[in-house]
């Protein structure tokens, strides 16, 4: 019987290398009960993977990764679940904050053609940048455009040489209002891969019951940069203020990644009782809603 999930997947819609329906079609061959596909600030994949879903017998719940800002802290990860992806309102926003996206990633291939002309190198092209992305364009997209024409080996040495010298400001959601879009969606919000934000504990308590004040609904406590040790606190801290628990590997796809259950680090098993959680959860806010 299968009873593993993985609610934290990237598409091409947003910055991952497989497709909605290949990566459903990936998560059955990996055995996975459930999956939710949660691309950058966008939900443009998800009718794809919930009908491969019904074809590969794999459980899909709708999902979306906010890009938030609270107090000094800015690209915080907030994760959506179960809500109704076709709401106008929610559609609205994401296309607004994409629209953001786009002009802000424009202007960081035109400094960084700059400094390639300074260099004595040839620039690429944005325009061919924005086809490859297929979904939501992010700076990795740009990345792969410069190793592509031999400006750098790798990701991390375009970053490091281009993507970061030439960054631009981002745009992000205020956490309250984010966390109210999803909710308005009748969904269910988590705090992504929580150590990204910080790794000191008592800091991140007191994070925890400043955003649950705001409503937060759930922690991935089961995330990529956590060893058991963390997912065990992760799961305490979640339980003492009543959130829900939720877990993700945050797959992207890309070097050759393969999608399997326990995700990059081999012992994250992620169980199916995450999905009873949240879709309890959004039932509930749904039932207040009607």
């Given at each position: 019987m299968k009873s593993y999930v993985d609610l934290h997947l990237h598409s091409t819609?947003?910055?991952?290398?497989?497709?909605?329906?290949?990566?459903?079609?990936?998560?059955?061959?990996?055995?996975?009960?459930?999956?939710?596909?949660?691309d950058h600030d966008n939900v443009d994949g998800i009718d794809e993977a919930m009908a491969a879903g019904r074809t590969f017998d794999v459980e899909v719940l709708s999902g979306v990764e906010l890009s938030v800002s609270w107090g000094g802290y800015e690209d915080i990860h907030l994760l959506g679940y179960c809500f109704d992806h076709r709401l106008p309102a929610l559609c609205n926003a994401l296309k607004e904050f994409r629209e953001f996206r786009e002009s802000r990633n424009e202007g960081i291939v035109t400094r960084i053609n700059q400094q390639l002309l300074k260099e004595g190198r040839s620039p690429i092209d944005f325009a061919q940048v924005q086809q490859s992305a297929e979904g939501t364009l992010g700076r990795p997209h740009i990345a792969m455009a410069l190793i592509e024409q031999g400006h750098a080996r790798n990701q991390e040495e375009a970053f490091e040489r281009y993507l970061v010298p030439c960054n631009l400001p981002k745009r992000f959601f205020p956490i309250d209002q984010a966390i109210d879009l999803i909710h308005e969606a009748g969904g269910v919000t988590s705090l992504a891969h929580p150590f990204y934000i910080t790794t000191d504990r008592d800091e991140l308590r007191r994070l925890l019951d400043c955003f649950v004040l705001l409503g937060?609904?759930?922690?991935?406590?089961?995330?990529?940069?956590?060893?058991?040790?963390?997912?065990?606190?992760?799961?305490?801290?979640?339980?003492?203020?009543?959130?829900?628990?939720?877990?993700?590997?945050?797959?992207?796809?890309?070097?050759?990644?393969?999608?399997?259950?326990?995700?990059?680090?081999?012992?994250?098993?992620?169980?199916?009782?995450?999905?009873?959680?949240?879709?309890?959860?959004?039932a509930l806010r749904q039932d207040r809603q009607v």
């Open positions: 819609c947003s910055d991952g290398a497989h497709g909605p329906a290949r990566l459903v079609e990936l998560a059955a061959r990996a055995g996975l009960a459930a999956i939710a596909i949660a937060l609904d759930g922690v991935e406590a089961y995330n990529n940069r956590a060893t058991n040790d963390d997912i065990d606190w992760f799961i305490t801290q979640a339980r003492r203020r009543g959130l829900v628990i939720t877990g993700g590997s945050d797959f992207h796809g890309a070097d050759g990644g393969e999608l399997l259950p326990g995700g990059v680090r081999g012992n994250l098993l992620i169980p199916y009782a995450c999905v009873d959680e949240i879709r309890q959860k959004a």
